[in-house]
């Protein structure tokens, strides 16, 4: 369905957030014969229901609990993202054939794929979008950033045309896109999210629907990723229709991250030190988002065009050096896999990694031997944290480079007496923040005030 077709509609939403305050707007002004009749919340936060208001003066306010039986008199449910497709309340509404979408999709619907990048990925779809967004720029294209990074979709319907429109896209946002952008991008593919998609396999199917989906022209895969690479070969070939373009990085063929910088079909282009960002990782971020511009016919001047590339903030960002220690917050590494990146990104430096947050049975193996190898301290916090610490004994890090906190305060006291000169302090969680913090960015915040303070 498009935006464009909802006049006249009743019209129910679900949950909070930028995506549905911008609907509610969008809607009242360019389809004043429409109205949200219905609003459903887990727990109604009063600011979003004054917002609400705002717009539709007649909404109903319910519950979860009585979300079924009032939004099944609507004929149209946009949910906000964080409101799971699978939840019984909402299968109960398809059953009884209620459309139900996200403003997301309606936008897309609307545009069309023409000049849309989508990028996806358990980690790194943050960056790679801003540097698609800026590198674009560099190349002369007039560029919109939105989705997860930048505005609301459908706040796009209020800006001048651009010549390219980079979205970037949770699994929350896929799980029941009808259409999708001309070129989809994924970064990779860890254990995330699981209570929401119910198991791992559903969040990679979930995730990869984005490459099927009509419209997609090109999809731009991580050659690094096994559960990328395996994509259009062999068993699971018939995951992707047969049209499809598909484009690697990360592999010598393509654009590739090196020791020396970034190459292209061997060739150096970037020099190591002319990176915007440190970490092998985020060079595979820059190889990916030089890919998805390539098959669009855009070739910025490299490196110039790298000049004024900033990091986002919770990401490998340096928030205070004092005594000769750096103190790096990157909060919004959730995972274990993107914690492992994040040591990565300090070859030769001394580190003291805190870690731990909202338990969703993470595996700490491999991250426990790469800190037993690399020599660093951990400092673990709730709830994950002991957990961490217990791995990372087990793999032979020291009684004395291991503790627990009870708290990022008593962390950031106990990094602050065991880092020496030269140090990096990183924060670095492998967990969400959830069980403490109302979001990553709160997070990020406290430890940031921490450390300076």
């Not at 008199?73 to 459309?99: D, M, N, T, W, Y």
């Amino acid at each position: 369905m498009r935006f464009s077709e909802l006049e006249g509609l009743r019209v129910g939403v679900w949950g909070a957030g930028r995506e549905i305050g911008s609907f509610a707007r969008q809607l009242a002004a360019r389809a004043p014969g429409a109205r949200i009749a219905v609003a459903a919340f887990d727990d109604p936060p009063r600011e979003e229901q004054a917002r609400l208001a705002l717009h539709s003066p007649d909404v109903q306010v319910v519950a979860a609990a009585g979300a079924a039986a009032a939004l099944s008199k609507c004929q149209l449910v946009v949910r906000s993202p964080g409101v799971s497709i699978h939840r019984p309340e909402l299968r109960e509404l398809s059953a009884a054939g209620v459309p139900v979408t996200t403003a997301t999709s309606l936008w897309l619907a609307e545009h069309g794929p023409e000049g849309v990048v989508g990028v996806s990925g358990t980690k790194g779809k943050s960056t790679t979008a801003a540097l698609i967004a800026h590198l674009a720029r560099a190349a002369g294209a007039s560029v919109a950033l939105a989705g997860n990074i930048g505005s609301p979709a459908l706040d796009l319907l209020d800006a001048e045309p651009a010549r390219l429109i980079v979205l970037e896209l949770s699994s929350y946002q896929i799980a029941d896109m009808q259409s999708g952008p001309e070129v989809a991008l994924v970064t990779n593919l860890f254990k995330e999210h699981t209570n929401w998609h119910g198991s791992e396999d559903r969040y990679r199917a979930e995730k990869l629907r984005l490459l099927a989906l009509p419209g997609v022209r090109v999809a731009v895969l991580n050659a690094r990723d096994p559960v990328l690479a395996a994509l259009g070969a062999g068993a699971a070939q018939e995951r992707l229709p047969a049209e499809l373009q598909l484009l690697r990085y990360g592999s010598p063929e393509g654009w590739d991250a090196q020791a020396d910088g970034v190459r292209h079909a061997g060739r150096p282009v970037v020099g190591a030190a002319e990176l915007p960002l440190p970490g092998e990782h985020n060079a595979l971020n820059l190889c990916g988002a030089l890919t998805a511009l390539e098959a669009l016919g855009l070739h910025p001047p490299l490196p110039r065009a790298l000049s004024g590339f900033r990091g986002l903030a919770h990401r490998l960002q340096t928030v205070a050096e004092r005594d000769g220690v750096v103190w790096v917050n990157d909060s919004i590494s959730t995972t274990p896999e993107s914690t492992l990146a994040a040591l990565a990104s300090f070859p030769g430096r001394e580190l003291v990694l805190i870690a731990g947050g909202q338990d969703r049975g993470q595996d700490y193996a491999q991250l426990a031997a790469a800190l037993a190898r690399s020599g660093a301290s951990v400092i673990g916090v709730p709830s994950t944290g002991e957990r961490l610490v217990a791995a990372a004994r087990a793999a032979g890090v020291p009684a004395e480079r291991a503790s627990e906190a009870g708290d990022l305060e008593e962390a950031t006291a106990i990094a602050r007496s065991q880092a020496r000169s030269g140090a990096v302090v990183l924060l670095s969680p492998a967990a969400p923040s959830f069980d403490h913090y109302r979001d990553y960015e709160e997070r990020g915040e406290r430890f940031s005030a921490l450390a300076r303070g």
